[in-house]
């Protein structure tokens, strides 16, 4: 299983960007699927999840309002629309998922990471 983000890049501070995730291999059933982020010096902290069908998205406090995150099942995408960054959201943003594989043994997988920089 292979989980690749991009989108990120630099931006100015109030403006957008859009990460994405693509989930490929062994995809048996992708069940919650999250962004995750880490600035240096801190520790990785989630962002916001996503479960597989019904059920709540949850974001951390510092994004409601700003973040959507959204997926795709049938493609295996996962998604982040960041909007009004701020550069307190510099950070590496990670994608997570967690995989069951054909007898139900379910799995956490971690994409590379991918640097998202907010300029003042």
């Known amino acids: 299983v292979q989980l690749v983000e991009s989108g990120g890049g630099l931006v100015q501070a109030g403006g957008s960007l859009r990460l994405s995730c693509a989930a490929s291999g062994r995809t048996f059933a992708i069940n919650v699927m999250g962004w995750y982020r880490q600035a240096p010096g801190k520790q990785r902290e989630l962002v916001a999840s996503?479960?597989?069908?019904?059920?709540?998205?949850n974001y951390a406090d510092s994004v409601k309002g700003r973040f959507t995150i959204s997926r795709d099942n049938a493609k295996n995408m996962m998604y982040l629309q960041m909007n009004s960054l701020k550069p307190e959201d510099t950070a590496v943003y990670y994608c997570?998922?967690?995989?069951?594989?054909?007898?139900?043994?379910?799995?956490?997988?971690w994409g590379q990471g991918t640097q998202v920089t907010v300029s003042s």
């Open positions: 996503i479960p597989s069908g019904r059920g709540s998205t």
């Open positions: 997570h998922a967690e995989i069951s594989d054909y007898l139900g043994d379910e799995a956490h997988y």
